[in-house]
C-alpha cells in the first residue's frame, strides 16, 4: 500500500524497543516537525484555500500527536531532551532541485511529506507488531492508522497541483527510488526514521 521500495529492516525493532526513551523523544519532535511542515505549507500557499483547510486540520492532529508522545515520555520518568538532526529528511529534501515555480516547489514539497508520512507509518506498523511492551505496541498501531491517511493526503494533494498526474507520479517514483538508497545506510539506530 505504501509503495515504499525498500523496507525497513525487522531488527530495528529490536533496536527501538532496547532505546524506547531514545525512540520516543525522537518521536515527539517527529511530530512536532510534523505540525510545522503543515503550518509553513499554510503560510507559504495562502492562495490553495483547500491545502490550507487540510493543513490546519493536520496541524492541529500533529501537535495532539506530540502530546501523546510527550505524555508516553512523562509517564514513564523520561524527560524530552533535545531535537536532533534527521539525516533521512535532510537526504530526502536534497533530492529536487532548488528553484523553479512556486507550483514546482509546492508538489516536491507535497511528495517529500507524503514519504516521510509513509516512512512513519512503515515504522509505527513495525513498533506496533514486534514490542513486548503492549501499551506501546497499540499506542502505535493507532498513530499507523492516522499517519497512513496523512500520506495519501498529500499525494493526492501532489497530483491536484502537479503540472499532470504522469509527471507527479514520475517524480513519486523517483523519490521513492532515491529514498530506497538512502534507507540501505539507515535503520540501525534508535531514531524513528534512522
Known sequence: MLGLKLPTDPRW????EKNIEEI??????????????AISLIVTYPEYSELVTAMT?????????FKMVHDKILQRGYQMGWDRK?????ALRDFFPKGGSRATQLVHRLLIAGLIEAR???????????????E?????????????????????????????REIVDQKWQDLLEFEASIMKDLGNKESIHG
Not at 520516543?24 to 511542515?37: G, N, P, R, W
Not at 493536520?58 to 500527536?65: P, Q, S
Not at 534527521?86 to 535532510?90: E, N, P, S, T
Open 86 to 90: 534527521d539525516d533521512y529528511v535532510i
Open 136 to 164: 506501546l505496541a497499540k499506542f502505535y498501531k493507532d498513530l499507523m492508522i492516522s499517519e497512513a491517511n496523512h500520506y495519501t493526503m498529500f499525494l493526492k494533494f501532489a497530483r491536484k497541483f502537479g503540472e499532470s
Open 13 to 16: 525493532a529490536d533496536i527501538a
Open 57 to 65: 486540520a493536520l496541524a492541529r492532529e500533529e501537535m495532539g500527536h
Open 120 to 134: 512513519s507509518c512503515e515504522r509505527f506498523r513495525l513498533l506496533s507488531e514486534q514490542l513486548q511492551d503492549q
Open 24 to 37: 520516543l523523544v525522537d518521536h515527539a519532535y517527529c511530530e512536532q516537525k510534523a505540525a510545522s511542515t
